[in-house]
């Protein structure tokens, strides 16, 4: 039978270096894991994202709700929090989109 894939598998995430006060890791680049929709002339960007994880994330699937807060011509402000199966708050983030 076979194991499912780790994340880090799953992103190609290579551990340059683990040391126990210095990691340093690669994320290989791929089109996939772009937001960028060049074809079609859209371009969207991270301006800035804050999380604060509030509880803990138990053994079960986790929901993330993202709502947008306001629309603006270029830039998009959104709230989005992560529930676990029992619908506890486990993270909530703050994250800003330029979109061009």
């Known amino acids: ?10 992103l190609g995430i290579v551990f340059e270096r ?4 210095d990691v340093v890791i690669r994320l290989p680049f791929r089109d996939d894991l772009t ?5 079609k002339g859209t371009r969207s960007s991270t301006v800035g994202m804050t999380v604060q ?26 709230g989005i929090t992560g529930t676990d199966a029992d619908g506890e708050v486990v993270a909530h983030a703050v994250q800003t989109y330029r979109i061009v």
């Open 1 to 10: 039978m076979n194991q499912p894939l780790t994340e880090e598998q799953q």
């Open 18 to 21: 683990y040391e126990p006060d």
């Open 35 to 39: 937001n960028h929709d060049f074809d």
């Open 53 to 78: 994880y509030v509880g803990a994330a138990k053994r079960s699937d986790l929901l993330c709700h993202a709502r947008t807060v306001r629309r603006r011509k270029e830039l998009i402000f959104t």
